[in-house]
């Protein structure tokens, strides 16, 4: 099994009970907790129209989160690029890289982060999103390349800035475009788990090396809840499964804090859902969270696992992702 960094994805998840202010400073203070435990880095997804997550502007929290820490990488996972101009997200990314160098990450996606009617007032057209992202990719190369000095349109700041370049992916279409440019690959496992594993033999197959990537580097997202029991981890796993229930019932309410019995809210199917879409969360003790870290790094392989954990109380939220810290660290050492 070979080492493997550990992340944090954060979406500034939003709870009931709670205003988005206290979901920002949740996550500073979470940022700050992993950059102490030595996290790899904090990425923040852009979604849109949805009561339970706060990251849609997703550049300025990206801001907010850097200013308040020091080592960690900060970055986005992802921005969801025909969302934007290419000229706009490389002058905002060229901004943070030139306010916090050698700390900013540029992970970008093609989903629209939302439901089709606000994908249209986004100003998305569907219709051209396969030809447009993978252009939109080389346009940001193009911007920050030091050689577009002489173009008639620059982006500054951000030009000759070093800022890498993820491709995000929850198909294999975008495992053949990482691949083929060259590029680190991260897979959404932790809602989109069912191609995953095809995902990343594609990508591995059929990478190209280039200047940014000599090698494949694969990134899983997977989501995680550790607590000192394997009780209580399933306990506060409750408010995971509650909001993927949400997600099948098309319920956007901010995220609930957990149940006794999960029984007395989901149906049978859901349940069955739920599970499906979950299939790589791990849920423990430290003792647990350790063996199922093995089982899915010896299935994978993966040079870094981000851990997603919706878990409502925010201490216990810390107290998961340290327990996290060692389970990872004592398999390595095994």
Not at 188 to 208: L, S
């Amino acid at each position: 099994m070979q080492n493997f960094e550990i992340s944090v994805l954060d979406l500034a998840p939003v709870k009931q009970e709670k205003t988005i202010h206290d979901t920002f400073q949740d996550s500073l203070s979470l940022a700050n907790h992993a950059e102490n435990l030595n996290y790899k880095r904090f990425w923040l997804a852009e979604h849109h129209n949805m009561e339970s997550i706060a990251s849609s502007a997703t550049s300025v929290l990206i801001g907010f989160i850097a200013n308040g820490t020091k080592k960690i990488r900060v970055g986005s996972g992802g921005i969801m690029l025909p969302n934007h101009s290419s000229l706009v997200i490389a002058e905002q990314f060229g901004t943070l890289e030139s306010l916090f160098p050698g700390r900013i990450d540029l992970g970008l996606g093609r989903a629209p982060g939302t439901d089709g009617l606000t994908a249209q007032a986004l100003g998305r057209n569907p219709a051209i999103i396969n030809q447009q992202f993978p252009r939109q990719i080389l346009e940001l190369q193009r911007y920050f390349s030091k050689d577009n000095s002489e173009a008639l349109v620059r982006a500054i700041p951000g030009e000759g800035l070093d800022i890498p370049l993820y491709i995000l992916g929850s198909s294999t279409d975008s495992a053949f475009l990482a691949a083929e440019l060259g590029l680190p690959y991260a897979f959404a496992g932790h809602f989109a788990p069912e191609q995953m594993e095809m995902a990343f033999n594609i990508y591995r197959q059929n990478f190209e090396p280039s200047e940014y990537c000599d090698q494949p580097y694969v990134i899983a997202c997977i989501n995680g809840v550790a607590a000192e029991t394997s009780e209580e981890a399933h306990k506060i796993s409750t408010t995971l499964f509650q909001a993927f229930i949400n997600i099948i019932r098309n319920d956007r309410k901010p995220f609930a804090p957990p149940v006794d019995d999960m029984d007395n809210i989901w149906s049978p199917m859901e349940k069955n859902m739920v599970l499906q879409k979950l299939r790589y969360t791990l849920i423990g003790n430290q003792e647990e969270i350790e063996e199922q870290l093995k089982t899915f790094q010896e299935k994978f392989n993966v040079n870094e696992l981000m851990i997603n954990s919706h878990i409502y109380d925010h201490q216990k939220r810390l107290d998961s992702y340290s327990i996290f810290r060692k389970a990872k660290d004592a398999i390595l050492k095994i």
